[in-house]
């Protein structure tokens, strides 16, 4: 299969090393010869590495470097039967982008956009052929991550579908079928990890590394969300939110944090800028969390309740299956268990009083209930995943 990934990108190079080690030929476009020369050189020493630490031998190294080459011309991808755009999350420039490409490719060239948030549907509209495009988003890094969401617009045929589901499965990815709505599964679903422990900082009641160690002391996950943000970039966590936010028509559920953006307009984007809500400069001491069981196991019950409640909503709007909402969370963002099998095991009665508890407290939309866990209690239902 010749694979054409446009966008040469930490996410594009990613994407570009996976197909090529699936065995396709891959042609790797940019318009800036300096960002293909630093994609190459970084497929290199990753090539390397893995090399030194006996996941790969120098046969293999040259293999896939041989299945890759590098274009600074669009229409060097008109062979291609993919390509997958993995560029800037801007609806305009991804369809100015989509509306040159299908002048250059076959007719039957699947057109795949790797965008976390924007409507699949929008950018197919870019297209004289709109069935075939699709969501295909892959997480980063992308060789590492196992999980690909696939994103059928309504308009992609049914043989598009079919056929990007089995070329990713061939690449050895686990594939979540989700539904063209914002955020699609993961960074839908995943929206109160951030947002509610930014809350609960705010209304004061546990700082920044209280709150990150509660979530991995009690719920054993591998970074808080306060380093998570950090390690993704204040700024780009917060486009997410605001962008999942507004494309929900100001859901409260969504709604960004002033702190985020406080952060954010402060230059204060984590690792990437030496400090975000840790200080990353050299000597630097990460502060000590307070050490109170009781605070940690309330912490990580309201965050862990929201999510389970996004979770339970998704299943409820027919985003995606249950076994597919699950795979999406544990593979795609590494979350310790699948959220409804962590509702099945905490017990859809809790779930449905905590949730009940906080809207009582301040009764804001943010922490209504989802249908779907009210009738689950009622009928005394699990959801087996």
Known sequence: MNVGIIGSGTMGSGIAQVAATAGCQVKLYDTNQAALDKAKASLEKILSRLIEKGRMDS??????????SYVVELKSLADSNLTIEAIIENLDIKKKVFSELESYVADDCIIASNTSSLSIASIAS?????????????????????????????????????????????????????????GFIVNRVARPFYGEALRIYEEGIADFATID???KQVGGFRMGPFELMDFIGNDVNYTVTETVFTAFYFDP????????????????????SGKGYYDYSEGAVKPEPKQDKELANQIFD????????EAADALFLNIASAEDIDNAMTKGVNYPKGLLA????????????????LYNE????????????????????????
Request: one cysteine or more.
């Open 253 to 272: 559920r969504y709604k960004p944090s002033f702190t985020q953006k406080r952060f954010s307009e402060a230059g204060y984007l984590g690792r990437k």
């Open 342 to 357: 962590w509702a099945d095991e905490k017990g859809i009665d809790w779930c449905v009083s905590k949730l009940d508890d």
């Open 362 to 385: 301040y009764h804001e939309d943010r922490y209504r209930c989802s249908p779907l866990l009210r009738r689950m209690k009622k009928k005394g239902n699990r959801f087996g995943v």
């Open 59 to 68: 046969a293999e190294k040259n293999r896939i470097q041989s299945n890759i």
């Open 126 to 182: 870019s297209l004289q052929k709109p069935e075939r495009c699709v969501g295909i988003h892959f997480f980063n890094p992308a060789p590492l991550m196992k999980l690909v969401e696939v994103i059928p617009a309504i308009q992609t045929s049914k043989e598009v579908l079919e056929k990007s589901i089995q070329t990713i499965s061939d690449w050895k990815k686990t594939v979540a079928v989700a539904k063209d709505t914002p």
């Open 213 to 215: 160690d509660a979530m």
């Open 302 to 309: 309201r965050v862990l309740v929201m999510l389970i409640n």
